[in-house]
């Protein structure tokens, strides 16, 4: 606990002398830590976020040795900002580093001139972060992992180092291995790297299952340089057909590694590991670090460096982003006039910080009538599920969500996201704010601001690069509910409890919110 | 001139002392199983030396046995160690070479390179004969197509090819057999062994003969047994019985040579047989897969290929042929052409199935779907005809080129009996049977209703073509003529009956069809009219036509100034007239315009 504390610190080190200046004290650590023992159960959702924002609890030796060249980086007397740009892992520092980024371009990270040149008729003109991060790491010849989203450019990231090598050898054929978890994205990665080496004349071939073994056979003893495969498909390559071997590979890519290992194709990568040679780069990509990932990470990659980044900066152009600034005695009230009064009907989805809240509110909605359901880890997978389906289906509108909701799960159009608890980290308010304004609809996001959420918000403001607007409601509209629903609170507190002893859990009821918002960090350590 | 009178002038008849390197190209075929064993075992034995100690890379020029035979790894090495089939010019071009005689080329550089000045050879014009030249060309693996009308000729073609055949097998298992030695040690050393050569196809048979009979098939076999001197010949007993010539009586003296060559011995034409090379043997009855040469008829081969199409079988057999032989077109042709076709598409085709291939030695050309263009087409065939001419055309891609020699025609009309060849226009083959129907049923008949040629009887009206006989047949059951009709499909009584009927003059018309002469060649009696409503291909049917009206005549039962061959012909027909007109005499013939022309001979 310590040790992984200290890693996380570290990473919250940039921001952490400000935030002591000005945050208030009243995260006090009894509190967080009755937070914490109460959360022990979402672990899952905790991680995920953890992840998210950068490294993640269990990654203890990757992230030790990306620590390592950070500090190496800050003693080298680079600047904090830039040092942090380079290793991209802090969360929350990403307007400093985003400015720092705008002024690298490809050339700068010593990608030579023919790939910049096609890199600029393909209109990349910028690195992207996870690319100015891992690149120069690639090209230093060391083994990465990256933490990145689908989107972020991490195709690239990988390309651009193989092709740079497969440009100082240009005999090597069978050179580079990329596996993905399907089919399409494997087509899709093939795409890209033959558009990205198309002036080096780089060929690419496609493995994957559902098609013909023969032609593919065939193309692969055409030597073409860099093969993307799905994992399966390979291995049944390397077992049955004659004259193909990956002996010569020099570079491994597993894309979304934990995508790879959900789809069980754990064993087959650990015999597809046993034939490639143990001289070679290997990058691995993952969106989250899960304990299979990590056991993949040690079996597959030596030394490896890590990089995070986070897509921070992504919010769709169709979502509208407010914040309303409420005392927090009244959250309730105002929640439930937005709720029942101002988007009455609507799909939504509320994500409340832990799992108490979510039971509680979802009862007092359903009190004053609206169909609510509550979605957290402490339901069971079926209870989730079934959740789930009612909520997809229409028979209800509002689901009452802790951040388990918020990633990971294809959950369909919404109208509304409405963040009852402030996001933690920008990391988990971008995939919050995600599950609405998808595929090119628009959306409306509205966060409730209590007074001790001010600087938690203007953090991810900051992190979003804008501020947000205020919705403005009638206050008077408001007051009329009051009484309602502190009735309702009551009788809600009441049944929440009830179904906190079925649960035979020792929470203490409902919590005090005021210093929750600290102690979500604090439990990923 | 044919083929035996250049060999007489070139190569026989003036004999010099020939230099050692032509000795042993120029193919007097008397003397060439020797020389050709001397060279196989030349052969072996480098195979012997590459694999044992094949550290010694660049050794093959030093050993001696294949220095003086190194012009087939030469050829060989330069045709297919290529990464990609380079374009050949096509422009086929005909022209009359000095010893070569009438020859089309697609590539004017197969005529550069082996042309008597040429660098390819140096010796002096006179020491170049026809068949040192023309195996230099089979061996050069250009396409080579032969139209010969002596059966001798072609034999000798036939075991050129077959050498070349086992030449081509040995010198690409040799190629084989070391690269998996050097493998072998490598990866025995666990040194990185990217560098691989690549030396094969998708699959091992790399010659396919297609031959017209079993008995064709034998005579192949026990060739190249022989040329393989000091192999062991497995499962020989077994072939002995099954394609052997068994114990067949004789034919009758009454037919002519060709018959009698062609289907002497066993005459079956459904067969097919997987022959394979190892170190030390010669296994015939291999399986396909395991085979280096297949030697099929259509039929065999069409029957294995087409139950592919339905799912049983395949074809990936073909897809690494190299080296392919047509034996005996026009035999081919009177059997069944579509299997022919059907054969040649699908060959060199990429294969369905791995077969347990090794894809990384499998030569980039054949990946790239390019073994078309670097597959060798042979062909060998007594006459040409429109079928072999659009197959050459159509399947021959070989980038070397194809050279197509011609046969020169000196015409076999008779001198003293009246021949009349009307052409008629058909500007397209496909209503050709129409405006020749049409041209007979409205100037001829009624002509011979005129001239009673009809009541007079012994009509023969001869058609190459049996659905042709079948229109004639129906025409003159229409107009109550009676008739009798012997095709390849009647039935030996039937065929009897309408013989006897005719020579007795009960029937006045005898239809006859082109492939039941070539199956069975009767001399018919009582030949008085010879009516030929297409022309026979082969220019010796025409002979025999005339020649049973010959016999009656000399017989004296029919006179001269009343008999008469009648012939009837389209511009499609060209090839056919030419071989019986003559070549000088057709040249006069297809100038004029587009009416209907009667040409009278002689």
């Known amino acids: 606990m310590d040790r992984d504390r200290q890693h996380k610190t570290k990473k919250r080190k940039i921001s952490k002398p400000q935030r002591e200046d000005e945050a208030e004290p009243s995260a006090a650590p009894s509190l967080s830590d009755l937070v914490a023992s109460i959360k022990k159960n979402t672990q899952t959702q905790t991680q995920a976020t953890a992840a998210a924002g950068s490294g993640r609890p269990g990654g203890v030796k990757g992230k030790g040795d990306g620590d390592v060249k ?43 001139d023919q790939l910049c040149e096609t890199l600029e008729t393909l209109k990349f003109h910028k690195p992207t972060p996870i690319q100015q991060a891992s690149i120069p790491l690639a090209l230093a010849g060391k083994d990465l992992i990256g933490l990145a989203e689908t989107g972020s450019g991490k195709t690239a990231a990988f390309a651009l180092p193989i092709l740079q090598a497969l440009y100082h050898s240009p005999h090597s054929t069978l050179f580079a291995c990329i596996l993905a978890p399907t089919r399409e994205l494997a087509f899709q990665i093939s795409e890209q790297t033959e558009a990205i080496g198309g002036s080096l004349g780089v060929k690419t071939c496609v493995i994957v299952g559902g098609m013909d073994m023969m032609p593919q056979a065939i193309a692969l003893s055409k030597r073409p340089h860099i093969i993307v495969a799905t994992p399966g498909r390979l291995l049944d390559h390397l077992e049955n057909t004659k004259g193909f071997s990956l002996r010569s590979l020099k570079y491994l890519v597993m894309d979304e590694a934990d995508r790879l290992l959900d789809l069980d194709f754990g064993p087959i990568i650990e015999k597809i590991l046993k034939v490639l040679p143990p001289q070679r780069n290997t990058y691995l990509f993952s969106a989250t670090m899960t304990d299979k990932v990590e056991r993949l990470q040690r079996m597959s990659l030596t030394n490896p460096v890590r990089v995070a980044v986070s897509s921070k900066y992504q919010t769709v152009k169709s979502l509208l982003q407010y914040f309303m600034l409420i005392p927090q005695k009244d959250k309730d009230t105002y929640l439930v006039y937005l709720v029942a009064e101002k988007f009455a009907g609507k799909t939504m989805i509320i994500f409340t910080r832990t799992i108490m809240d979510a039971q509680r509110i979802s009862v007092l909605l359903r009190l004053l009538g609206c169909s609510a359901i509550p979605l957290h880890g402490q339901l069971s997978q079926t209870g989730r599920l079934g959740a789930l389906n009612k909520f997809k289906a229409g028979s209800r509108n509002i689901l009452v969500a802790t951040d388990v909701a918020a990633r990971g799960l294809d959950i369909p159009t919404v109208d509304y996201v409405i963040n009852y608890d402030i996001a933690g980290d920008s990391k988990t308010y971008i ?32 992190a979003l690069g804008k501020k947000l607007d205020a919705l403005e409601v009638e206050k008077g509209e408001v007051s009329l509910l009051a009484e309602s629903v502190g009735e309702a609170q009551r009788q809600a507190i009441k049944e929440v409890k009830e179904w906190q002893e079925k649960k035979k859990e020792k929470g203490a009821g409902r919590k005090m919110r005021t210093g929750r918002r600290d102690n979500m960090d604090k439990e990923e350590i | 001139m044919t083929f035996s009178a250049l060999l007489d002038s070139f190569g026989g008849a003036n004999k010099p002392p020939k230099p050692p390197k032509s000795s042993s190209s120029s193919l007097s075929y008397r003397e060439e199983p020797s020389q050709k064993r001397r060279r196989l075992n030349a052969a072996v034995s480098g195979i012997l030396v590459e694999t044992t100690n094949n550290d010694n890379d660049q050794d093959r020029s030093s050993t001696p046995p294949l220095s003086d035979n190194t012009k087939n790894p030469i050829f060989y090495k330069s045709h297919f160690n290529l990464d990609d089939a380079p374009k050949s010019s096509r422009a086929p071009s005909t022209i009359i070479h000095p010893v070569l005689g009438k020859v089309t080329i697609s ?25 040192s030249l023309l195996s230099r060309y089979v061996r050069s693996y250009a396409d080579v197509a032969i139209a010969n009308s002596a059966g001798a000729d072609r034999e000798a073609f036939r075991r050129m090819v077959c050498s070349h055949a086992l030449t081509h097998i040995l010198t690409t298992r040799q190629t084989v057999l070391k690269n998996s030695a050097r493998l072998a040690k490598r990866s025995s050393d666990d040194g990185d062994d990217i560098k691989i050569g690549r030396d094969q196809g998708f ?56 018959f009698k060559s062609f289907f002497r011995g066993n005459s079956d034409d459904m067969f097919r047989i997987g022959v394979k090379l190892t170190r030390r043997t010669v296994k015939l009855f291999s399986k396909f897969y395991h085979s280096d040469i297949i030697l099929a008829s259509p039929l065999g081969l069409r029957s294995v290929i087409s139950s592919a199409a339905k799912g049983g079988g395949d074809a990936d057999f073909l897809s690494s042929i190299e080296v392919l032989y047509l034996d005996s077109a026009d035999a081919l042709q009177m059997q069944n052409w579509d299997h022919v076709e059907s054969i040649l598409a699908s060959m060199n085709q990429m294969p369905k199935n791995a077969h347990d291939c090794d894809f990384s030695r ?3 050309w054949y990946l790239s779907g390019d073994a078309a263009a670097f597959r060798q087409t042979l062909v060998s065939t007594a006459f040409l005809f429109p079928e072999v001419n659009s197959l050459l055309s159509n399947h021959s891609k070989n980038y070397s080129g194809l050279i197509k020699f011609h046969d020169v025609y000196p015409g076999v009309l008779s001198p003293y009996i009246p021949q009349v060849f009307t052409k008629i226009q ?61 095709n390849e499909y009647t039935s030996a009584s039937d065929v009897a009956r309408s013989r006897a009927h005719f020579s007795s003059g009960r029937y006045k018309i005898l239809i006859y069809t082109e492939r039941a002469h070539y199956f069975r060649r009767y001399s018919l009696k009582g030949v008085q009219n010879v009516f030929l409503y297409s022309m026979p291909g082969n220019e010796i049917y025409y002979q025999e036509l005339v020649g049973l009206l010959r016999e009656s005549i000399s017989e004296g039962k029919s006179q001269l100034e009343e008999s008469k061959v009648r012939a009837l012909f389209t511009p499609w027909d060209a090839l056919k007239v030419e071989r019986i ?5 057709y040249d006069e013939m297809k100038k004029d315009g587009n009416e209907s022309v009667d040409f009278e001979f002689p």
């Not at chain 2, 007109?581 to 005499?585: F, H, I, L, N």
Request: aromatic share 10%.
């Open chain 2, 426 to 486: 058909s500007t397209n083959p496909a209503h050709d049977p129409d405006a020749r129907f049409e041209y007979f049923t409205k100037m001829v008949v009624p002509f011979w209703n005129n001239v009673g040629t009809l009541d007079k009887g012994g009509l023969l009206v001869f058609s190459s073509s049996y659905l042709d006989s079948i229109r004639l047949r129906n025409y003159f059951n229409k107009i109550g003529q009676s008739f009798g009709d012997i």
């Open chain 2, 107 to 131: 590539n004017p550089q197969l005529l550069q390179e082996c042309s008597p000045n040429g660098s390819g050879t140096t010796q002096s014009d006179q020491n170049v004969t026809y068949q």
């Open chain 2, 362 to 364: 499998v030569r980039n």
């Open chain 1, 70 to 112: 950070k500090r190496k980086k800050q003693s080298s007397g680079d600047s904090d900002e830039e040092a942090s740009g380079e290793n991209a892992g802090a969360g929350d520092d990403g307007v400093d580093e985003e400015e720092e980024e705008e002024s690298k371009s490809f050339k700068e990270l010593e990608i030579i």
């Open chain 2, 581 to 585: 007109v003559g070549s000088a005499g």
């Open chain 2, 203 to 258: 699959t091992r048979p790399k010659v396919l003969f297609i031959l017209p009979t079993r008995n064709s098939c034998y005579d192949v076999v026990n060739y190249m047994v022989r040329l393989a001197d000091g192999y062991d010949c497995e499962n020989k007993q077994r072939f002995n019985e099954e394609y052997g010539p068994g114990t067949d009586k004789p034919f009758a003296d009454t037919k002519p040579d060709d």
């Open chain 1, 431 to 462: 995939h919050r704010v995600g599950r609405t304004a998808r595929a090119g609809r628009s959306g409306v996001c509205v966060n409730l601001v209590t007074q001790y959420d001010i600087e938690e918000f203007t953090r991810i403001e900051k």
